[in-house]
């Protein structure tokens, strides 16, 4: 079956059978290897993406049921790395294996989208679907705050205009 | 300084357990001794390149799965080299055991064995660029020094950079290592300084670094089904139906001979199977849920290949006569009829599994007799061999890319995964990439062993341990006539597990029961189950003799004398240092607050010590434990002893953070289980970890630096987490747990 899908902005068509997941269907279709596989049954989140802003498991999401829906990958979190969450990340030095880390990403992304100045809890929550086998959760937590004081610092403010203009 | 790649890697064969650390005692078996290639030197020329625009490209040539190595040793190299870490660009080389010593990830070892070359690497690239510049200058080379890239001439006021200087240099001589000096570390620019891992750009924009990313033109995906029941084979599988699923382009079974020694290789190479082939994995995967097998699943799938009888026949084996023992000091039994106190418990634990966040994975493609690898294995060079082995070529013949891995734990120190791309990739005739679905991995790994420990203690009236005796039982196989035992891999225990020396009267059985799965090395291999136990059980001890259980562990550690003398050799591992553990207990209690202030009702600190590869470490958790058993770890503290110098200290707070948190997944969560010869757990709802809500929200990391040689703390961090939080369960509760997961006895996160 051919899908049109709009990924990081741009529309692609692939063809895949309806039951594939987005996950499969970013890797090895569309080369996007940035969404990582880690279960395949919604228990990790290292597939995580962001679908029309909210963040889903890639691994659990049919190519059949995204539709028109935006699908945003750690690709499409900024051009050149200055994403608010990608500056903090690197800042507080988060990962070890870096491999659940676009999950992470990805979910922290959605969460200061919707709320800017999460709470340890909100974070809590926010993250609970994402596993970091390395145990790197301290350092993502001080992230999450660090990119939240970024996107409303004035330098990193025209990067958060260009993030929400290419979504 | 000799690097003895030959033991290292007869070591790994040898298998995990504390024996990674084998190579500390087998110094002598030396490569040349034995008409092997002598050890790679330690050469600028190799791993330093001079750019002409003053940057400096350095060759990172270790695994990296995520312990920072890749950024810490290049770190040494640009220090005693005196560049600007700015100006370093760092790569990856590929496996070359011509040109690189230990490309290895285990054991903790990355620091003890490059701390001297790696810096002989640098200095040796220093000194060669001063030479250069003084012949320039023609000025005596003590008149000359270097800053930042730099060599400078005072006395004239004249510099040259590197790059300038780096034809020149590159060229002359190299000088004798022994005349090198380091710099004193008090001039450190680059060691000792939080350096970000060099890495952090690709993993946040999520380019394609990892080995699952790998992709070579023309290359299809393949899974690879094996027997449930390890060694079983193919009877009879529907592969023309499977041919005709969509995308599918090639389906076939492998056969392998079967492995009948009682006791299963360390890694052993190729197993049966069927493997298929598709244009994307999904559709490689999707056609193997269709596939229907008979297996010949062979003499280990049988009933008492069962966790419930192994439990039970470990209870029947403890109250019979060992099938052997490894140590005895003094009389345990007339000590133990005579102390004061006597203490008896049953510990227990189950098999565990890896479980790295990126399933295994290898990239191969075999053409004209080459065969080409891409591989996030810790141990290529093992790899290597086992693919030489199974595709019939020389080793030379096989060329190893080294890819970063997500998460190694040990997982990847066995390269079943690696010779299954390899003989695939040959088979099909086309570049193939194959990816073990995460079921694959949770039901193929190499687990940590389980095992059951019978202690009885006894303490005098004064408080002191006066008797120790311990019923190991464990897996290998038995041989009655000999009466010698042969552990599973990573089963064992050695002759000097604490306390050992530190109780007179110390008596250590085991007895062991047959194994039909695979087991190995993880993280802290043996010290991760045996410090739960050796731990937990002083802590009964110390509240048995009414002491404070940091007062008690102190008096215990008084009571060992020095350290025994290491083996000689490059690597000789000194054993327990009482002096060294007795630093960090202190320190650890002092930045707790041992002892200091009350806490409410259900909330309590527990503490714990463990030695093992090299390091020392102490630790205490602060819990709280309500009616329902609900356990939230509020803070824990950790005090290390790994020697004078943390190299990367962003790196190291992040690996113990981590080393905390692995812990408690092992204790709360974690538990394989085998039902006639096969695993039960599949996936992370069965075989679980801590998420971020359940982690401690502090994690205070404190290294004590002494004056000793700087060494690894990715292991050594975990083991003592588990006791320190099983003993806050116990005085916060009063329930003591004996049998890991702690989950099995009711406990769960708050
Ligand atoms: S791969 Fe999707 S949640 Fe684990
Ligand atoms: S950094 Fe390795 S799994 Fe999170």
Partial sequence: MAYKLNVNGRSATVDASPDTPLLWVLRDVLNLHGTKYGCGIGQCGACTVQLGGRAVRSCQTPVSAVGNAAVLTVEGLSTDGTHPVQIAWQEIDVPQCGYCQAGQMMSAAALLARTPKPTDKDIDSAMNGNLCRCGTYLRIRQAIHKAAELATSASARTVQTAQNGSR | ?750
């Avoid at chain 2, 700015?86 to 230990?102: G, L, R, W």
């Avoid at chain 2, 006791?263 to 994307?280: F, K, Y």
């Avoid at chain 2, 345990?332 to 006597?342: I, M, R, W």
């Avoid at chain 2, 731990?535 to 009414?546: N, T, V, Y």
């Fill in chain 2, 1 to 750: 300084m000799a690097i003895n790649r030959r033991s290292f890697l007869k070591v790994s064969a040898a298998g995990g357990g504390g024996l990674l650390l084998g190579l500390y005692t087998q110094p002598k078996a030396s490569a040349q001794g034995r008409g092997g290639p002598a050890p790679a030197p330690p050469d600028p020329h190799v791993y330093v390149k001079i750019n002409r625009d003053n940057t400096v490209t350095i060759m990172a040539k270790n695994p990296e799965v995520g312990q920072g190595v890749k950024t810490m040793l290049p770190m040494l190299i640009a220090e005693e080299l005196d560049v600007d870490w700015k100006s370093v660009k760092i790569e990856q080389t590929d496996f070359d055991d011509t040109k690189y010593a230990t490309q290895f990830a285990g054991g903790s070892l990355a620091t003890p064995q490059n701390w001297v070359p790696m810096r002989q690497v640098g200095a040796a690239g220093r000194a060669l660029m001063i030479k250069a510049a003084a012949q320039t200058w023609t000025v005596p080379e003590s008149e000359c020094s270097t800053s930042a890239g730099k060599v400078l001439h005072k006395a004239s006021n004249r510099s040259l950079t590197y790059g300038e200087l780096a034809d020149k240099a590159w060229a002359m001589p190299m000088p004798d290592l022994k005349t090198l000096k380091f710099k004193d570390p008090a001039e450190y620019t680059i060691i000792g300084k939080p350096q970000r891992q060099r890495e952090l750009p690709a993993i946040v924009k999520g380019e394609p670094i990892f080995g699952i990313d790998v992709t070579v033109p023309g290359m299809l995906f393949a899974v690879y089904q094996k027997c449930p029941v390890f060694g079983g084979k193919v009877a009879n599988a529907n592969l023309d139906e499977i041919k005709q699923m969509p995308g599918v382009r090639q389906a076939f079974v492998i056969d392998r001979p079967d492995i009948t020694e009682p006791v299963l290789p360390n890694d052993p190479g190729l197993e049966s199977g069927i493997a298929i082939l598709a244009d994307t994995w999904w559709q490689a995967q999707s056609a193997r849920k269709k596939l229907q097998v008979t297996w010949n699943e062979g003499p280990r799938a049988n009933d008492s290949q069962s966790s419930a009888v192994f439990a039970q026949r470990a209870q029947e084996l403890s109250t019979q006569k060992p099938h052997k023992t490894i140590r005895a000091d003094g009389d345990a039994e007339a000590n133990l009829g005579s102390a004061a106190k006597v203490v008896e418990a049953a510990y227990s634990y189950p098999f565990i599994s890896h479980a790295p966040l990126e399933p295994q994975n290898c990239t191969a493609h075999v053409k004209d007799g080459k065969c080409e690898i891409w591989t996030n294995s810790q141990i290529p060079q093992g790899g290597r061999g086992l693919v030489a082995k199974a595709l019939e070529v020389p080793e030379r013949d096989v060329t190893l890319h080294m890819v970063r891995g997500g998460g190694g734990f040990g997982r990847r120190l066995t390269n079943d995964y690696m010779v299954e791309a390899a003989y695939i990739a040959k088979t099909a005739g086309v570049p193939v990439k194959l990816l073990w679905a995460r079921e694959d991995d949770m039901t193929h790994d190499y687990y940590r062993p389980g095992g059951f420990q019978f202690l009885k203690a006894g303490v005098d009236g004064s408080g002191k341990v006066v008797a120790w005796r311990n019923h190991f039982v464990s897996y290998g196989s038995f041989d009655a006539q000999k009466g010698d035992v042969r552990f599973a891999n990573a089963a064992a225990m050695g002759p000097t597990e604490f306390p050992q020396r530190f109780v007179p009267n110390y008596a250590l059985h085991t007895s062991v029961m047959e194994l039909g799965i695979r087991t190995g090395a993880l993280r802290a291999p043996s010290s991760n189950a045996f410090a739960f136990v050796i731990q937990s059980f002083i802590d009964e001890l110390a509240h048995a003799a009414g002491k404070d259980p940091v007062q008690f562990r102190l008096d215990l550690l008084a009571a060992g004398g020095p350290a025994p003398q290491a083996a000689p050799g490059p690597f000789a591992a000194p054993g327990l240092n009482a002096e060294r553990m007795k630093g960090v207990v202190q320190l650890v209690a002092e930045k707790s607050d041992w002892g200091k202030g009350d806490l409410p009702k259900g909330r309590a600190k527990g503490v714990a010590f463990h030695f093992s590869h090299q390091g020392y470490f102490a630790e205490v958790a602060e819990v709280s434990v309500d009616a329902a058993k609900k356990v939230k770890v509020h803070k824990v503290w950790v005090a290390a002893d790994v020697g004078s110098q943390i190299i990367n200290p962003s790196g190291a707070e992040n690996i113990v953070q981590g080393a905390i948190i692995d812990g408690m997944s092992e204790l709360m969560h974690q538990e394989i289980t085998v039902e006639k010869g096969r695993v039960v757990e599949t996936n992370y709802n069965q075989h679980g970890m801590v998420r971020m809500a359940q982690a401690p929200p502090e994690i205070e990391v404190h290294f004590l630096k002494t004056d000793n040689p700087p060494t690894g703390l990715g292991e050594p961090s975990l083991p003592p987490i588990l006791p320190a939080v099983a003993n806050a369960i116990f005085t916060a509760s009063g329930t003591r747990v004996r049998s890991l997961p702690i989950s099995k006895s009711g406990f769960s996160w708050a």
